[in-house]
């Protein structure tokens, strides 16, 4: 009997042990659980006020990138409505901001003058969306009515039929580099005539 009752107690101290060792473990995780969850729920919060302080900023970014875009660019044609210029072999309609340029003969001229006003050293390229299907050469006399080719500037386009963006660098000539102000331009959209070109926009910027 004093056997069995020594066995009793040894388990019943065992089962203890084991009881505490579980409610130990028991609390670790949650203490644990806790913990994560209480840094999940601060990472939370802090994504919500970082979102909430961008949202409260949106005209903030949204002017300062505008007054950005203002800065980069003097002048821009984007053809949302159809323009005035005088033209020379050469017939336009407009259509969802894209100018279709059809030339009716030799040497097709765009005639952009008193658009803008502004240095060279400031503002030195022109940036031309265009798409056509004939290779060739886009050319800018950039004086207003040009009389030789001392301020031409004659750039090489693709024509695979897909959009491209042409760059112009009024630096590579020195007499445009050197004008002090430039306010319109000849545009020889192709040195050739029997094509057609798409435009979707003209930019003058730094």
Excluded: C
């Excluded at 644990?32 to 990472?43: F, L």
């Excluded at 897909?162 to 430039?182: C, G, M, P, Q, Y």
């Amino acid at each position: 009997m004093r056997k069995i009752k020594q066995e009793k107690g040894s388990m019943a101290v065992y089962v203890s042990i084991v009881l505490l060792s579980m409610l130990f473990i028991l609390m670790a995780v949650f203490i644990t659980s806790n913990s994560v969850m209480k840094s999940q729920i601060e990472t939370t919060v802090g994504i919500k006020e970082s979102y909430e302080a961008d949202n409260s900023r949106a005209a903030d970014i949204y002017d300062s990138v505008t007054d950005e875009l203002a800065s980069k660019y003097i002048f821009v044609q984007d053809f949302d409505t159809l323009p005035t210029y005088s033209t020379n072999t050469t017939t336009y309609t407009v259509s969802n901001s894209v100018i279709t340029l059809t030339a009716t003969g030799n040497d097709p001229q765009v005639n952009m003058y008193n658009v803008t006003s502004f240095s060279p050293l400031t503002y030195r390229y022109i940036e031309v969306r265009y798409r056509t299907s004939l290779d060739g050469n886009m050319e800018f006399f950039m004086i207003e009515n040009p009389v030789d080719g001392q301020y031409l500037i004659s750039v090489p386009i693709t024509g695979d039929g897909n959009w491209h963006v042409l760059t112009v660098d009024l630096w590579t000539n020195e007499a445009v580099k050197n004008r002090s102000t430039i306010t319109g331009w000849r545009w020889d959209w192709r040195a050739d005539g029997n094509a057609t070109m798409n435009v979707d926009y003209i930019k003058v910027g730094k």
